[in-house]
């Protein structure tokens, strides 16, 4: 059998996932929208690369990161859960190993990673505002009746991209209807756009961070030739995207699963991974404890009505 890793990171737009041999080699990979059902996009994820890998391949290892990877890193009895920072960085290290500045801009949130000699070293992340996110280019997209994967080609085509206002979600998008309305031109509009994404991200998760090269760019935005452009205007430096740039947190992920088992005897393992777990059913319940003045709200989740795992408790009381 062929021993393989299976990196999932479960986000709020979209949800990757990876399966790696032993040398760090892809096996299957996909990509998906989660639709706002994390277990129901595992679910199909993992269909999906059931489908690519042969029989001889067994699954030894499982890491999880993401906005949902505690409940899924419990839904598949994950070897590791791990923040998006960790996945992130190990993942691109695995492919750049000289990189000192990783840009990923997520469909909820962006983030910025820099690294010296192998190690993070700083980093932030902006949760706060929509505007240099891919929800919100998602959004323009969809009123614009563009779709995602033609924006960035679009963007390219413009020789007069429109300023668009970047500070917030809410401006960006007034803005983009007064200049559509005034009879710009959709490339232009888009290429402003592009722009505008670039410009939040700097001056609110890069503010006050010292980019240097190599700088990668992550995540599903990083598809966008658009807001590529766009942001080595603004730094005025060569940005790498990878042809696996939105699948970098499930590579580390698979990575971390790897390293978190080897060395182990997987033959008193307990439980074994089975693509089958994609029929199996999984649901959570969430309950409000009265038990103190906290009133926690406790997340069960149970697979195939068993209670299998809990969490949310502030004192010994929820348990």
Request: hydrophobic share 40%; net charge neutral; proline share 2%.
């Amino acid at each position: 059998m062929l021993k393989a890793s299976l990196g999932i990171d479960i986000g709020s737009i979209s949800t990757k996932g990876i399966v790696l041999d032993n040398r760090g080699q892809v096996l299957a990979q996909e990509y998906l929208w989660t639709e706002g059902n994390p277990v129901d996009a595992v679910k199909r994820l993992l269909g999906s690369l059931h489908k690519q890998l042969p029989d001889s391949v067994e699954v030894e290892a499982i890491g999880t990161t993401g906005s949902a990877r505690k409940l899924i890193g419990i839904m598949l009895n994950a070897d590791i859960v791990k923040n998006e920072i960790t996945a992130h960085a190990i993942g691109t290290l695995s492919k750049f190993p000289d990189v000192r500045t990783i840009i990923e801009i997520g469909g909820q949130d962006s983030k910025i990673i820099l690294i010296k000699d192998g190690i993070v070293v700083d980093y932030a992340m902006n949760t706060l505002c929509a505007a240099g996110t891919g929800a919100f280019l998602v959004a323009q997209s969809k009123r614009l009746g563009i779709a995602m994967q033609e924006m960035g080609d679009i963007a390219l085509k413009s020789t007069k991209p429109v300023k668009i206002a970047a500070r917030c979600a809410v401006f960006a998008e007034s803005d983009m209807i007064h200049k559509a309305q005034s009879g710009h031109a959709k490339e232009d509009l888009i290429a402003g756009l592009c722009a505008a994404v670039a410009s939040n991200y700097v001056s609110n998760v890069g503010q006050s961070k010292n980019i240097i090269s190599p700088v990668v760019f992550q995540g599903g935005v990083s598809k966008n030739s658009g807001v590529v452009k766009a942001f080595e205007q603004i730094i005025g430096k060569s940005i790498f995207v990878d042809s696996e740039s939105h699948l970098a947190g499930a590579r580390g992920c698979a990575i971390l699963a790897y390293r978190s088992i080897h060395g182990k005897n997987l033959k008193d393992a307990q439980k074994r991974f089975s693509f089958e777990m994609a029929d199996m059913d999984f649901r959570t319940i969430g309950r409000e404890c009265s038990h103190c003045p906290n009133h926690c709200e406790i997340i069960e989740a149970y697979m195939n009505d068993k209670l299998v795992n809990s969490w949310g408790n502030r004192c010994d009381r929820g348990e």
